[in-house]
Every structure is written in structure tokens, then in C-alpha cells.
């Protein structure tokens, strides 16, 4: 089996900064795009950023230029980094990794818990 575990989340004013971690563990053959996703209260679950195995990330208009998305993969992790925190950024965030377990099998979808940002203005 595959555990994703989140931690960063908190508590912070707006202009402030967090970062996100997510560690993959388990049965794991190869990772391949890891990205973060958010949901705030009463809305729908949204793409913040994604990155492939080789390096390419994608941001929501709403976060370029402040957040960052990396991965460590020989710690089988991702991160963000978010800066200049706004109220509108409060939500719960949600990795999301493309795993394989085996060789020569489908990736699939693995999500972490969730941990809560709240910027407060």
C-alpha cells in the first residue's frame, strides 16, 4: 500500500509565508506529476500546482508568481512553498500523487489527508 503524509499547514497573516511537504511511503516502483490542490468552504476542489518527474510545473493564474512547486524524488516528496499569503488563499490543501507500484503497471491517483492554511487579514 501507499500513505501519503502532509504536514506545513498553520495559521498566518496575510503577507506571510508557509510551506507544504507531502512524503510518499510504501509499496513505490516510480512517481510520476505530484501537485497540490485546495478546497475552500462551500467550493469546489482546485488545481494550485502541479509538477512532472521531470521538472515542469503548472500554477493557477491566482498563485504564480507566489507560490512554488518542487519535488525531492529520491525522498519520494513534494512541496510548496506559498508566499504572500492572502485571505482568499485559506483553504484545506490536498497533495495529489501519480504512483506506480509495480513495473510495467497503471499509475494511480493517491491523495494526502488534507492540512489546513488559513490566512487571517
Known amino acids: 500500500q501507499v500513505q501519503l503524509v502532509e504536514s506545513g499547514g498553520g495559521l498566518v497573516q496575510t503577507g506571510g509565508s508557509l510551506t507544504l511537504s507531502c512524503a510518499a511511503s510504501?509499496?513505490?516502483?516510480?512517481?510520476?506529476?505530484m501537485g497540490w490542490y485546495r478546497q475552500a468552504p462551500g467550493k469546489q476542489r482546485e488545481l494550485v500546482a502541479t509538477?512532472?518527474?521531470?521538472?515542469?510545473?503548472n500554477y493557477a493564474d491566482s498563485v504564480k508568481g507566489r507560490f512554488t512547486i518542487s519535488r525531492d524524488n529520491a525522498k519520494h516528496t513534494v512541496y510548496l512553498q506559498m508566499n504572500s499569503l492572502k485571505p482568499e488563499d485559506t483553504a484545506v490543501y490536498y497533495c495529489?500523487?501519480?504512483?506506480?507500484?509495480?513495473?510495467?503497471?497503471?499509475?494511480?491517483?493517491?491523495w494526502g489527508q488534507g492540512t489546513q492554511v488559513t490566512v487571517s487579514s
Open positions: 510504501g509499496n513505490i516502483f516510480s512517481i510520476n506529476a
Open positions: 509538477i512532472t518527474s521531470g521538472g515542469n510545473t
Open positions: 495529489n500523487v501519480d504512483i506506480r507500484q509495480r513495473a510495467g503497471t497503471m499509475t494511480l491517483h493517491y
